[in-house]
């Protein structure tokens, strides 16, 4: 889909209409305050523009049009600020890490606390960094880790993009140094670097996966995330760091429910476009917004604006989620929403429903998520009802790191509290789990216990709607190509 680079008619009619419009907004965005006389002038200005576009249904078409492709094509960038500030920037957030370059091991699963990432993974530790690239690279080292234990480190830019992965599938469990580089940055590889990650944004995020292989096994992460370490440049190389860059003054985010009908949504993303420098793919758009007066940094105060142009804007927030809800609707499989640029096909629709089914999520080559949302009759799942995944004998998800299925409500999207604090069942559970006369493994995902015989088997739901992911890490050819398909969920009552 390529909804943002389709509306020529909507291209053309915006510059006409630009100036307009970014009176007709605010001018508080300005760079310098206006005296008193611009201040009038302008003020006159903003109501007749606004009142000509708010009484003209063309522009005002134009206008929920744009709105629509900035709201699928910022949702990312948004989601991604509002997780920033909930990680580093709200030190009185409950999800707060530690300022950037600090990283912040979680030495324990996530469980149904844990809410400022929809659709967590529990299967593995998580390490995480936020990187601030404005100042000069960073350096991050990671320890020997054994052959046996799948490990990555996922680099995501700001417009969530997977940009890059340091770990068992791409560098090996062997020790080593690599360095992180922001937009600026041009220098040779230093001595003692085994490789250099060019990013596209000035703040990337690190997400580190350390396996687990057991409640026993937790010392031994434990150990391997003390090996994990961050730099700068300069004190990796023994010299002086650079000059610091001015502080900024960060905004607050609304939540992650607001983002999706509140008009602050377009004042978040025009905050965070200041650290995004322009790509090729997005300058057609981005010149797009400029000329209707949204730039990077702009602040509009949407409480002076006209109720029909607001009424115009929310509409178009409206109609961009309903593109994602529909995309959401055809799919079956995590291919093509995760991944680089080029990986998702330049796709901005499939872009913003990754981030609101699982923001940060893996690339295909390094994990395929399959989601159950409806079972074999094509009917949303209900914790009123009883169902079971059967894996054939032989028929295990093909995979050299691990598989998992994870239980999630909606439309929260978090981890289910449950009386057996399971919220997921994986291959390191295979001990555990019973087989089926002929071999196979089947499992029971309800809201009550299938029966102390079953409990084993048991992926525990909430009592209301739900959905389920099959996470497939390092996963086979015959996964990422579509040949291998999981089962069918079947209800059973």
Same mark, same amino acid.
């Given at each position: 889909?390529?909804?943002?680079? +389709? ?32 201040? +009038? +002038?302008?003020?006159?200005? /903003?109501?007749?523009?606004? #009142? ?46 530690? @300022?950037?370059?600090? =990283? ?9 606390? !844990? ?29 020997? =880790? ?9 680099? *995501?830019? /700001? ?33 003692? *670097? ?48 650079? @000059?610091?860059?001015?502080? =900024? ?5 609304? #939540? ?46 949407? !409480? ?72 074999? !009759? ?38 289910? !509290? ?22 196979? =493994? ?5 809201? /009550? ?13 909430? +009592? ?30």
């Amino acid at each position: 889909m390529h909804l943002l680079l +389709s509306n020529a008619r909507a291209t053309t009619r915006a510059a006409a209409f630009g100036f307009a419009l970014l009176f007709a907004l605010t001018f508080a965005g300005c760079t310098r305050a206006p005296s008193s006389d611009e201040a +009038s +002038s302008m003020a006159n200005n /903003a109501t007749i523009n606004a #009142s000509s576009i708010a009484n003209d249904p063309v522009r005002l078409d134009d206008l929920r049009e744009l709105a629509r492709d900035a709201y699928v094509w910022g949702f990312p960038i948004v989601d991604n600020y509002r997780v920033m500030d909930a990680y580093v920037l709200d030190p009185k957030n409950p999800e707060y890490k530690g @300022p950037f370059t600090t =990283i912040a091991n979680n030495a324990r699963l996530y469980t149904p606390q !844990d809410k400022a990432i929809q659709t967590p993974n529990s299967d593995t530790p998580y390490s995480m960094v936020w990187l601030d690239l404005r100042d000069e690279p960073m350096v991050l080292t990671v320890p020997s =880790i054994e052959r046996k234990r799948y490990y990555s480190i996922q680099l *995501i830019d /700001a417009y969530t993009h997977n940009t890059g992965y340091i770990g068992s599938r791409t560098t090996g469990n062997a020790p080593g140094r690599y360095l992180i580089a922001g937009p600026g940055w041009n220098g040779a590889k230093p001595p003692g *670097i085994a490789q250099v990650f060019p990013m596209e944004t000035e703040f990337v995020f690190a997400v580190y996966r350390t396996q687990l292989f057991g409640a026993d096994d937790m010392d031994n992460v434990k150990r391997i995330q003390a090996g994990y370490k961050v730099e700068p440049l300069s004190a990796f190389l023994g010299e002086p760091p650079a @000059p610091a860059h001015a502080p =900024i003054e960060w905004i607050k985010p609304v #939540s992650a429910e607001e983002q999706r009908t509140s008009l602050e949504f377009f004042n978040e993303l025009a905050f965070a476009m200041q650290f995004i420098p322009t790509h090729e793919a997005a300058k057609r758009f981005r010149e797009r917004l400029s000329a209707v007066g949204f730039v990077p940094g702009r602040h509009f105060d949407f !409480d002076k604006t006209e109720p029909a142009i607001r009424d115009a804007m929310l509409a178009g927030m409206r109609d961009g989620q309903a593109e994602i809800d529909k995309e959401r609707k055809q799919r079956t499989s995590s291919k093509g929403m995760f991944g680089t640029r080029a990986d998702m096909h330049y796709d901005v629709v499939s872009r913003a429903l990754g981030a609101q089914v699982g923001i940060y999520a893996n690339s295909p080559e390094e994990a395929m998520y399959a989601t159950y949302e409806t079972d074999a !009759d094509g009917e949303p799942l209900d914790g009123a009802h009883r169902y079971v995944l059967r894996f054939p004998k032989d028929g295990l998800p093909p995979v050299k790191g691990f598989w998992s299925l994870t239980m999630y409500d909606l439309p929260a999207q978090l981890l289910v !509290d449950n009386p057996l604090d399971r919220y997921l069942v994986n291959s390191t559970m295979l001990d555990t789990l019973h087989r089926d006369p002929d071999g196979g =493994i089947t499992l029971y995902l309800q809201h /009550a216990s299938p029966g102390k015989d079953k409990e084993a088997n048991w992926l525990p739901a909430p +009592s209301g709607k739900f959905f389920a992911v099959l996470r497939n890490y390092w996963p086979s050819d015959a996964i990422v190509s579509g040949a291998w398909k999981g089962p069918k969920l079947q209800r059973v009552d």
